[in-house]
């Protein structure tokens, strides 16, 4: 029989996902997105769903739509979960405005799930009101709220950074090591459906596994997790090396984005005009964009004539891009694309709530470094029971995943949005080892949890 604590946190959870949802279903009815509403990267997503649903070619070729047309030749340039996701509004074709809207009711769905699940796996190792904390910071996060509105991948991402954290809350499940493996192989196919929306998070997978460090199970979640994640993905990168032609010509993503993030500052020889895409200003953009090997050459003479200037930028100053408050690859603030109307601006609960997390941005990177760091020391005894660590520790890992691999590309805070329900997990921590130390301080030392 459960246990009353058990409904509660039920309770709590359903809340949580209502308060979520209010924020994104307002959002996404109160604002008006700039026409055209699918613009940019979206347009890639939307034209690769509508050539699979009706062409059967996975691409993002405008085809026929072209002037003039194009041939609609396979290509792998943009990563299959987003296409996948609108596939089944596609019959709505060309209503674009009514499959856009579909695309924003399953966002705020996943909205509700990814506050939801944050706040399941918070409960597992904080105490109650610290995980109800967390549940509704991912639910009111302006970052998270206005994604919604929008066709890409950052909101789906979120959802399932929470659920693997979440999933990961359940625990290493005891009764033989058939079932152990079961449960690193899900884990691991979690992390595989996150990286067909953010391919980067596929070297994550191996990563994971060391959140169980310490434990007899670290070898067997590197292992297991790793398999689950290429369960997942290599199909997709199977087709890509069967059916993507060879030297087609089209751009490399890879070498696309290693370029973009080697412009120091984002400025092309150091003219303001050309922020933040100095791509649009290099006449040799276009041609090195092809592969890496062509991408190189630029980055390698860029670190040459600069050493000192290019490793502070690299280490130092595109982290700052990736963790700030306002998203620099769009409109800026908390939107990618233009909005001509929008509660943030309008209702006054909503520009206080954006006000609210916008001075308290700074504190919680604070509070969630400290965290970060702080899981792998003793003081990890506060942070949750011995069973359930790894959670705090898979968060510390994916935040520092997020900065660590993204140091070669481009960065802007778009792209650490869906790692915010980690963040908002982190940042609890410290206050409750704090607390929890303070009280076993005060009880005295023999007190204390074990290590």
Known sequence: MRSPG?????????VIGLVAGWFRATTVAETEPARPAIRADAVEYYLSAYNLVHLGIYSRSPGSLANPPRPVVPDGYRPPGLPLMIAPFMAMWPDHDGILSRVQVVNVVLGAGTAMATFAAAAAVLPLTAATAVGLAVAASPHLVAFSVYMLTETPAAFLVAL??????LGVPGGGPWRRMLFFLALGALIGLLALFRPIFLAFAPVAGLAFLGRRQVLWAMLFVSLGAAGVVSPWLIRNAVSVPANSGDADLVATTVLDGSYRGYRYND???????????????????????????????????????????????????????????????????????????????????????????PVVLLLAGLAAVAVW???????????RRHVVRLASLLLVFLVVAHIPFFTATRYAVPVFPALYLLAVVPLVIIARGLAAWARGSAAMPPA
């Open 377 to 387: 020391t003793p003081l990890v005894r506060f942070a949750g029971p011995p069973d």
């Open 6 to 14: 058990w409904l509660v946190k039920v309770g709590l959870a359903i």
């Open 164 to 169: 693997v954290l979440a999933v990961a809350a």
């Open 271 to 361: 003219d303001p005009k050309t922020f933040p895409y100095p791509r649009f200003a290099d006449p040799n953009f276009e041609a090195a964009r092809k592969s890496l090997g062509l991408a190189w050459p630029q980055v390698r003479d860029r670190i040459a004539a600069d050493p000192a200037g290019m490793i502070a930028w690299y280490l130092l100053e595109k982290p700052a891009f990736l963790l700030q408050w306002s998203n620099v690859d769009g409109v800026g603030d908390v939107f990618v694309y233009a909005v001509e109307r929008t509660p943030f601006r309008s209702d006054l609960v909503f520009r206080a709530v954006h006000d609210i997390y916008e001075i308290a941005h």
